[in-house]
């Protein structure tokens, strides 16, 4: 009989960098924590912009942020400063000024595909990372392809997904699931539906409430019923993501 599991929902953008950050944030937090095998993370979709071009005809996401976001360029700056900081801290690369922005929403489909393989996870930081740091458009169909297939999907079973409308209701629901929660921004982590994390908080405090959480999960407490938020940088519904 398998384990019961505590579960951790994350509402997630490839375009938002805080989502990339954050996951990374909340993993490292995860290998600290001393009941990681009682919890399960499920990923769920957002999208900033769904106007965005697909299919490989993403464009500079300084222009976005500058052009269509409406963010002065100093600002913007600014906010590349700081996710820099937070990148160095988290030992990854960065290359946000040279990112596309594209749309998310094959992205997104992808990995509700590796969701039934189980490696929906690796498949979203594979996703990012080209992103993030490789400055790749993850709107290429060809790109998410190479990516399934390194995460070890079938190439025949991408194809067959992307050439047809799976998943996109899937990910209408998981967006209306978000805001009747009450939340626009991401990344939004949702542990036990009791405790949020809203950004790109420090491991410490990932780790902090995941205890708080699993303290209340494991107790059946009903005490606590009011959903607590904790909330750092994040990208909101509009696509600008804070400095």
Known sequence: ??????????????MCPYCYIGKIHYEKALQQFEHADEVELEIKAFQLNPELPGFGNGYPVTEYLTQTAGLKEDKMNQMFAGVKQLADDAGV????????????????????????????????????????????????????????????????????MLESDDYLYEIKQDIQEMGNLGFDT??????????????????????????????????????????????????????????
Not at 3 to 13: A, N, P, R, S, Y
Not at 206 to 223: G, I
């Open 186 to 243: 991401v990344p939004t982590f949702l542990m036990d539906r009791r405790q949020a994390i809203i950004g790109s908080e420090p491991v410490e405090l990932f780790l902090s409430v995941l205890r708080k959480a699993y303290s209340h999960w494991k107790n059946r407490t009903e005490k606590e019923k009011e959903l607590t938020v904790t909330k750092g940088k994040s990208c909101t519904a509009d696509g600008v993501c804070e400095i």
């Open 93 to 160: 690369g960065f290359n946000l000024h040279n990112a596309i922005a594209a749309n998310t929403s094959d992205a997104h489909r992808l990995i509700k595909l590796a969701a039934t393989k189980g490696v929906d996870s690796e498949v979203l930081r594979r996703i990012s990372k080209a992103y993030f740091e490789e400055a790749k458009d993850y709107s290429d169909r060809e790109l998410l392809i190479s990516i399934g297939i390194d995460a070890g999907l079938e190439e025949i079973t991408i194809r067959k």
């Open 1 to 14: 009989m398998s384990k019961q599991k505590m579960k951790v929902e994350v509402w997630t953008d490839i």
